[in-house]
């Protein structure tokens, strides 16, 4: 804290009283930007005239800096992605990806004993997960939509519960950085979607805005769900088309009995449609969802739900593999009604307000979350 807060008061100096703007800067990190600049000499280098003027500055504060963290240019490396800010991209090497991939598939894999000569399940330390885990979110900066992925590994290495035997009672033990923990199948099938989705990446991630107006949406979406049942209903988007319906009916083991999994599906279920009924340069998808929750797991890629979670890694893959840009907004229920009676299987109601609906019945996506797509 105090480190950062005496680099704000270098960077409002800057700033105030040497004219440099913009300037920013995240912890003792400091940047800027512009057109192309005059140059000046810094000892033996040609700099742009603000950035020594900066560096002028850090010397007369005696603030220690180092020659090859002063880099400028049209392109930069940092954290070991090449960053084109007139491109708008961030590209990772092939020969990282493809190292990348081969290490968590290596981290997954099961492990001969040597005793019995038979495969066994891994067990990494502790550190190693930490280690894997922080590779793989620094990949997320060219494939941000693949956090889901780590979601089961964050959950297997957290606190264990241990119970007090005198007391009755549970409580959470900390892990030692040796500690080994076994994978399961949820943690061996995420890292592997993961590392599939890594590989098949292009390695460039566009920089393209992820919040637009809802009225620039080039598709609306309405969803809901019920325990036994999940509707989607699309409006038409001018008036030579009609509005469609879709229906699911969930049987037998189908029900979960969960409804945040239900209206997650839903959301799913409105995505799958777009994938397969595809149009020329179709990006933004609003989707309206009268689920908090769902609209809150979207925002964050991230839920503790053992249930949610593979739903959630199938809505992000069909997103990653058609070029999606959605936004899962909140609003009312009392302005989610047609979705709401299509859920229960209520047609009448919406077919007396949009006398030209076209409904279909689906089959529930349960395939692409059990393991279709994952």
Known sequence: MIWC???SLVGWIAFHHLG??????????????????????????????????FLNLLDQLRIPHKPEKQVYGHKLTIIGFEVDPNAMTITMAEDKKRDLVERIRTFVAKEIDPKSG??????PTLREWQQMLGEMNWALNILPL????LNSSYRKISTRPTKDRDKNTSATKPRGPH?????NQSTVRDLLWFANHLETCKGVHIIRSQLWAPQSAQRVAFVDACLEGLGVFLPPHDFRERPTALYCRLEGDQIYGDIFHNEMLAILCALLYFSVHPEPNLSRILINSDSLDS???FHSLSTNSTTVSPVLMASAGVIMDNGFIPRVIHIPGKENVD???????????VIA?????????????????????L
């Open 353 to 373: 307000r949009w006398p030209l609906l076209r409904l279909f019945r689906i089959n529930p996506p349960l395939d692409t979350v059990r393991g279709g797509r």
């Open 20 to 53: 440099i703007d913009p300037i920013q800067h995240y912890m003792d990190d400091f940047w800027s930007f512009g057109k192309s600049p005059r140059h000046s000499l810094y000892g033996d280098r040609l700099l742009p005239d603000s950035q020594v003027r």
């Open 179 to 183: 500690t080994r923990i076994h994978h």
């Open 146 to 149: 693949a956090r889901p992925g």
């Open 118 to 123: 038979k495969a066994m399940d891994r067990r």
């Open 339 to 349: 979705a709401d009676c299509l859920s229960r299987g209520l047609f009448a109601p």
């Open 295 to 297: 609209v809150q797991v």
């Open 5 to 7: 807060a005496f680099a």
